[in-house]
């Protein structure tokens, strides 16, 4: 989650009338892909402020919303009505030229999505004029511009546009990037995608370019050059733990196991944040079989703090039992496994239990409370305990109504214990939000 999605759900919960707290995480969620979520916010938004209805930041949420529903007509109606505000409301609302320009671009991508070229090529251009002369603006439309003449087939015009785009120019990085992608996905030209992030390089020396480079050698198979990549930007960046984390999964890419594990323990013993690298450290020595050595790491932890306060480690400890629960099914100690499951569960419960208050996504907190349960039932399951499994699929399902595996498993018991009524049930559940699920339909 990041720093702007915790202190806007923090926001709406301490102040749960503030309107536009509710309008930003909603653009927010939509960008995650998590389109439920923020509809949901946009009305709870509307219902504090109906004026939230005469933002155009309100239209361009629900547009993107549209979107990645697969509506884009709708999306492109919605984009159209909040540039129509603009010409009627623009001196009794507070709008900056940042949030035209916004919309503007996104309805030249939904026209364009839509295969409305000579629409999306008539907004270009009324676009170009409005803004001729100021060159923030102007860049920002140069992506979109490029992006115009690939819909149309032009590959090298739209690289032509963004080679065009100066070092000395804000969008510089961004249409390497671009440009970057251009020639891995059309040209399918690895050495001048490459080429790309270097000519970055070239402006600028920063931890984060060297990371953006290690990204790309890693985006073309390329783990070698990425870790020397991803090593430089360490250097200058020490305490990046993130960079640490992808050194050690390039390692694990080129197959270089022992020095993966090496690296993953001296990055988490030199680091002040050891528990960021803990998990990384103990999932490489589980995948290479070192189990004892796994179940030490972890529990040097486990067992110097007993009763975690803090939802950050809360959350850290769920994730060190839920490993180790794999570890014992892998040597199959099914009963210490489920001890260390009912553990994870018991801590995971609190976080759901926090309600948000410390900035997290509920909804995803509840999706692993349900994982949690769904484990612990298919092992209650194994030994043939149908009532605890049975309860334990249904306190999964109270935690994510959308869990297929959990309804199927359900009914499977159902099934097998003759109570075919409610195996029914559960088969119905599940075509009521997946209606073309194939063994929904031939169990029930």
Excluded at 359 to 382: P, R, S, T
Excluded at 413 to 420: D, F
């Amino acid at each position: 989650m990041s720093v702007a999605e915790q202190l806007l759900r923090g926001c709406v919960n301490k102040s749960s009338d503030n309107a536009e707290a509710y309008l930003l995480l909603a653009q927010i969620l939509v960008q995650k892909n998590e389109l439920d979520e923020a509809d949901k916010l946009l009305d709870i938004g509307l219902g504090f402020n109906f004026r939230v209805r005469e933002h155009p930041l309100y239209f361009l949420t629900k547009a993107r919303l549209e979107k990645r529903a697969n509506r884009v007509d709708q999306s492109i109606e919605q984009l159209r009505n909040a540039l129509d505000l603009f010409a009627k409301k623009e001196s009794e609302l507070e709008l900056a030229e940042a949030e035209r320009i916004a919309i503007t671009l996104e309805l030249i991508d939904s026209l364009q999505t839509a295969n409305r070229i000579e629409e999306a090529d008539s907004c270009m251009l009324e676009a170009a004029e409005r803004y001729k002369g100021k060159p923030l603006e102007e860049q920002q439309l140069v992506l979109m511009n490029a992006q115009l003449r690939l819909q149309r087939g032009n590959v090298d015009g739209a690289i032509k546009v963004l080679q065009a785009v100066k070092p000395d120019q804000p969008n510089y990085r961004a249409a390497r990037i671009k440009m970057a992608q251009i020639y891995l996905e059309e040209k399918h030209d690895k050495h001048r995608f490459a080429l790309c992030y270097r000519d970055l390089l070239e402006q600028d020396t920063s931890p984060q370019i060297y990371e953006l480079l290690g990204d790309a050698y890693i985006s073309i198979q390329e783990p070698e050059l990425a870790i020397d990549a991803y090593e430089t930007a360490m250097r200058r960046a020490p305490k990046d733990y993130q960079l640490a984390e992808k050194i050690g999964n390039a390692y694990v890419k080129c197959h270089l196991y022992n020095k993966a594990i090496t690296f993953y323990e001296t990055a988490m013993k030199s680091s002040g944040r050891q528990k960021i690298l803990r998990i990384r450290f103990a999932e490489q020595l589980f995948q290479m079989g070192n189990f004892d050595k796994c179940k030490r790491v972890l529990k040097e932890v486990l067992d110097a703090e007993t009763d975690p306060s803090d939802i950050q480690t809360i959350r850290e400890h769920v994730s060190y039992w839920m490993l180790i629960s794999r570890l014992h099914m892998e040597t199959s100690e099914w009963d210490q496994a489920c001890r260390d499951l009912l553990k994870a569960r018991q801590l995971q419960l609190r976080i759901v239990g926090n309600g948000g208050r410390e900035g997290l996504n509920i909804a995803e907190e509840k999706k692993l409370a349900a994982l949690i349960c769904q484990q612990l039932a298919e092992l209650y399951a194994n030994s043939r305990d149908w009532n605890k499994a049975i309860e334990l699929f249904k306190e999964a399902i109270g935690h994510n109504e959308r869990d297929t595996k959990s309804h199927l498993s359900l009914a499977g018991i159902y099934a097998s214990l003759g109570k075919l009524h409610f195996c029914d049930q559960q088969c119905q559940q599940v075509l009521n939000f997946d209606p073309n699920n194939n063994d929904a339909t031939l169990v029930n």
